[in-house]
Each structure stands twice: as C-alpha cells, then as structure tokens.
C-alpha cells in the first residue's frame, strides 16, 4: 500500500498560481501511476492529470491543458502539480491519487486505488 498527503493549497486571485505537493510514503513510490482529481462543491469528482510510474507519458483533463504542470520525483516520493492562470472554476478540493495499473478509463476515479485526505484551492474572482 502507499498512503498520500497533499499540501499547498489556498486561496489565490484569479491569474494567480499554486504549487500542490504530494508525499508517498508505503511501498515503491516508482511503481505507481500519479495523478490528481478535484471535486467543487455539488459536483462529481473530476480527472485532472495523471502522470505514468516513469514519468514518460501524461494526460491532462481538457480544463487544465495549457495551465496545470505534473511533475513527479521518484527518489523524493514526491509528485507536484504546479497549477498557473488559475480560475474561479478551478476552486475545489484536490485529491491525489495512486495506482498500480489500469484496467481501462484513466479518467475514471474507480481506477485509481489510493487517495490523499484532499487540499482546498479557492481561487477568488
């Protein structure tokens, strides 16, 4: 097992930038595939970006392309999400997530085994 925990989250004016982090601690940080779903208030959670075990290969939810960064350090067990232009519909709590493998939808929160207890980025308009 791996067990996740978020930081960095706040509240930011619209434009601005956050920095998310994210420590693993458990098993082989390298082995899993990273990634980060966020859930608003009234609404289902949503896929942001997952990054694969070697780093090599990304996909970024449509609503953050251009804006969102992942990147992840093996030897630190440490994954970031460095979050810029950010909107008013960005605001949500942010979840880090973990999986061994997928089976078929990396979009789909059901695919991915291990969650962090969440961080709150508010982004003020």
Known sequence: QVQLVESGGGLVQTGGSLRLTC??????????????????????????????????????G??????????????????????????????????CVATESYSSNIYDSNEYDYWGQGTQVTVAS
Request: hydrophobic share 35%; glycine share 8%; charged share 20%.
């Open 23 to 60: 420590v693993a601690s458990g098993r082989s940080f390298s082995g899993y595939h990273m990634g980060w779903f966020r859930q608003a208030p009234g609404k289902e959670r949503e896929f942001v970006v997952v990054m694969s075990r070697s780093g090599s290969v990304v996909h970024y």
């Open 62 to 95: 449509d609503s953050v392309k251009g804006r969102f960064t992942i990147s992840r350090d093996n030897a630190k067990t440490t994954m970031y999400l460095q979050m810029n232009s950010l909107k008013p519909e960005d605001t949500a709590v942010y979840y």
